[in-house]
């Protein structure tokens, strides 16, 4: 099992719209940056955790947990002409991007704001911290425990 941290704007799809989802669950699609295509293609796997994380908002921060519940595959969005995700060069024969399920597991008792992972002597070799715009992130285990201990969880 690994661990992730995806960032999401709220106003796009917030963690909340997970959980309002058939299962709790949605494909996390329209990621057009190589290196987080790379994570979703060939190494984030079912049963890897998320620190699922809201960004471009006044105070960005880690709310909840989801789960991968499907590894890699083609973004279907990308084909779409009418969608915002769209790919010209993109085509079923050379998808190009990818994208996994994820299914809602549990929101934090208190979120964690950047400013505070900022602020956590463990946390600041994360690339988060060191200002990744990167969506899709590794993270390592300590880093994943601190986040949930912060957040008020106990060890999974």
């Known amino acids: 099992m690994a661990f992730w941290l995806f960032k999401t704007e709220p106003g796009c799809f917030s963690f909340d719209d ?6 709790m669950t949605e494909h996390w699609d329209g ?10 293609r060939d190494s984030i796997k079912p049963g890897d955790l998320i620190l699922f994380y809201h960004s471009n908002i006044p105070e960005p921060a880690v709310v ?7 590894g890699g595959y083609p973004d279907f969005t990308a084909l779409d ?5 769209f790919d ?3 085509s079923p024969g050379n998808p190009i991007w990818y994208m996994v399920d994820v299914r809602y597991r549990e929101p934090l008792r208190k ?9 956590h002597p463990f946390l600041g070799d994360m690339p988060l911290v060191k200002r990744s715009r990167l969506s899709i992130q590794p993270v390592t285990a300590a ?14």
């Open 18 to 23: 997970l959980k309002n989802r058939p299962d």
């Open 31 to 40: 990621v057009r940056n190589f290196q987080a295509r790379n994570f979703l």
């Open 64 to 70: 909840g947990i989801a789960e991968v519940v499907r």
């Open 81 to 85: 002409p009418g969608g915002e995700h």
């Open 88 to 90: 010209p060069k993109a």
């Open 111 to 119: 979120q964690v704001t950047l400013e505070a992972i900022k602020g």
């Open 143 to 156: 880093e994943w425990q601190t986040i949930r201990t912060m957040g008020g969880l106990e060890s999974p």
